[in-house]
């Protein structure tokens, strides 16, 4: 009985000190990724998060919540924009009523305690019992993707402003221009030109063709400033 006793206990502290290593090793490879952890109980709505999570939007831990406890609501929901926590919520909803299967991925936008807006990558798994049905408990990691978004919307812009130059280019110029070329032509053509119309009228396609120009040049301008280093 009593080696019984010892085998049990040297079995528990090795699967302890096992569990143990593997809790560290977690540990690190969170804070060593910046990477925000949390784990979601669904039947007592509770959800833990690891430092990284609440660093990453510039809290200590122990400014939310209550006692150290913490609902879904006081650290995901109340953090959500406006326009994205509907469908924020209705995702993360709809992947725990189906059945857990798969991954739950989702987008959307968090408030920095500075009250700046973060996009957020957040992505989760639920794990599963004995038997192979769904636990109460999803496991997850938030990854901040501000920079990425931001240089998206750096993108974007600087492609509206390649196609306005474009249509400038191609279209806004040509009209002044073919304007000029057939004014010249009719000037060949005809002895007896009213040379003050003619010339007013070559002055007022120049002006246009300058002003066009001059709206290229600020474009360019715009995209050059802007350029995303």
Same mark, same amino acid.
């Given at each position: 009985?009593?080696?019984v006793v010892?085998?049990i206990k040297k079995?528990?502290d090795?699967?302890?000190k096992?569990?143990?290593e593997?809790?560290?090793r977690y540990?690190?490879i969170?804070a060593a990724?910046?990477?925000?952890a949390?784990?979601y109980h669904a ?7 690891s430092?990284?999570y609440?660093?990453m939007l510039g809290y200590e831990?122990?400014s939310i919540g ?6 879904? &609501?006081?650290i995901w929901i109340n /953090? !959500? *924009?406006?326009?994205d926590?509907?469908e924020?919520?209705e ?16 987008h959307f936008?968090?408030k920095h ?12 798994q639920t ?5 192979g ?6 496991l997850?990691t938030h990854i901040n993707?501000?920079e990425?978004? &931001?240089?998206?919307?750096?993108? /974007? !812009? *600087?492609?509206?402003?390649?196609l306005?130059?474009?249509f400038l280019?191609a279209h ?6 073919a304007r ?10 005809d002895?007896?030109v009213?040379?003050?119309w003619?010339f ?7 002006q ?5 120009l001059?709206?290229i040049?600020?474009?360019l301008?715009d995209i050059k400033?802007?350029?995303p280093?």
């Open positions: 009985m009593a080696l010892v085998r079995e528990r090795l699967t302890e096992v569990l143990l593997n809790q560290e540990r690190s969170i990724s910046n990477t925000g949390w784990e039947d007592t709505n509770y959800q833990w998060c430092p990284e609440f660093e831990p122990a209550k006692d150290g406890i913490w609902d879904i &609501q006081q /953090l !959500l *924009h406006p326009d926590k509907q924020a919520i995702k993360f909803n709809n992947y725990l009523k189906s059945g857990s299967t798969g991954l739950y991925e989702g936008r968090m305690k500075n009250g700046e807006w973060l996009w957020i990558l957040s992505r989760g794990l599963r019992n004995a038997d049905s769904a636990s109460h408990i999803t997850g993707l501000t990425k978004k &931001q240089l998206e919307i750096e993108l /974007l !812009l *600087h492609n509206q402003k390649l306005k130059y474009a280019t806004e110029v040509r009209g002044p221009l000029l070329l057939g004014l010249i032509e009719v000037s060949k053509l002895a007896h009213d040379y003050p003619f007013e009228k070559i002055k007022h396609e120049a246009s063709m300058d002003e066009i001059h709206t040049t600020r474009e301008n400033d802007r350029k280093e």
